[in-house]
């Protein structure tokens, strides 16, 4: 780390976060271990000596003038799976005396250690608005999107209608591209515009075997991660009633999927990464 922490930050983290120093220490070493296209050592310089009003504003300057080979791949892989530097962000942002009505308590260093990963966080660990939680992560994540975006002066069209067609609605979540959409649907002289964009909404939409196949596995790591709070029998009417789908079209698919797990030894934290599944597991887990 160019600014290496010192003795007092360590302490002033943990202080923060209501961790033991030895915790936050742990916490700091798997935020700058984790992959990220930031310059991780900078951002969490930034979150500890900024002020609250500054801090987003250095932030995004940060990760603006980090440089990406590939925009539109880049912008894509965000809105899919936001960066770490949005996870230890978001947490610094609800630290604040002024956050919305928010309590740390105590996490358990036996089930997973202190941790930036808003993630792995339970609900009995923090109180909170429960989807302020993701969606205070992907906000910070799009508003660096749109600044990025609005910076690059690059062909908005060409751009835009890329983005679409990888990531579909989404990219609606961009401020840019939404007033772009908007401008597209008022004038008559951006018809062709428009209908470019809208072929381009669908195409991610077209892979439509391999979104099902998505679907079976979220429901199996979602009842895998849940069954034992109750019998999976019950698990899976839960699951049934908090997703509208059926029981009878849910059950057979989760043992098909188990025999598949077993026989490759696949793991949930492999089937997870494969499938991008944490920003669905979330929020089905509030409903359940």
């Known amino acids: 780390m160019k600014n290496k922490l010192t003795t007092s930050d360590?302490?002033?983290?943990?202080d923060k976060f209501l961790w033991s120093e030895k915790e936050a220490k742990g916490?700091?070493?798997?935020?700058?271990?984790?992959?990220?296209?930031?310059?991780?050592d900078e951002i969490l310089r930034i979150c500890i000596d900024a002020n609250p009003k500054e801090r987003n504003e250095k932030v995004f300057e940060s990760l603006v003038n980090t440089h990406?080979?590939?925009?539109?791949?880049?912008?894509?892989?965000?809105?899919?799976?936001?960066?770490?530097?949005?996870?230890?962000?978001?947490?610094?942002i609800i630290s604040e005396p002024k956050s919305p009505p928010i309590k740390f308590?105590?996490?358990?260093?036996?089930?997973?250690?202190?941790?930036?990963?808003?993630?792995?966080?339970?609900?009995?660990?923090?109180?909170?608005?429960?989807?302020?939680?993701?969606?205070?992560?992907?906000?910070?994540?799009?508003?660096?999107?749109?600044?990025?975006?609005?910076?690059?002066?690059?062909?908005?069209?060409?751009l835009f209608v890329d983005i679409v067609s990888r990531v579909g609605f989404k990219a609606f979540n961009i401020d840019i591209l939404k007033d772009n959409a908007v401008m597209y649907s008022t004038f008559p002289f951006y018809y062709q515009k428009a209908s470019r964009l809208a072929r381009a909404i669908i195409s991610p939409l077209d892979n439509r075997k391999e979104q099902i196949q998505r679907g079976y596995w979220l429901n199996y790591v979602l009842i895998e991660r849940n069954k034992g709070k109750s019998t999976i029998r019950k698990t899976l009417d839960k699951l049934a009633k908090a997703t509208g789908q059926k029981y009878n079209s849910i059950q057979p698919r989760y043992w098909e999927k188990k025999k598949i797990a077993k026989r490759e030894g696949l793991t949930l934290n492999d089937i997870i990464n494969k499938y991008a599944l944490d920003e669905y597991i979330e929020d089905v887990e509030q409903k359940l």
């Open 10 to 14: 360590i302490k002033f983290i943990a």
């Open 27 to 40: 916490a700091i070493k798997e935020f700058l271990e984790k992959p990220s296209f930031a310059n991780s």
């Open 68 to 92: 990406c080979d590939d925009l539109v791949k880049h912008v894509c892989k965000q809105i899919d799976r936001p960066d770490p530097c949005f996870h230890i962000l978001a947490f610094f």
């Open 105 to 158: 308590t105590k996490i358990p260093t036996k089930h997973f250690g202190a941790t930036f990963s808003f993630r792995k966080i339970k609900p009995e660990h923090i109180e909170v608005n429960p989807a302020l939680r993701r969606d205070l992560v992907s906000s910070l994540c799009y508003e660096y999107l749109d600044l990025l975006l609005k910076r690059q002066g690059l062909n908005r069209e060409s």
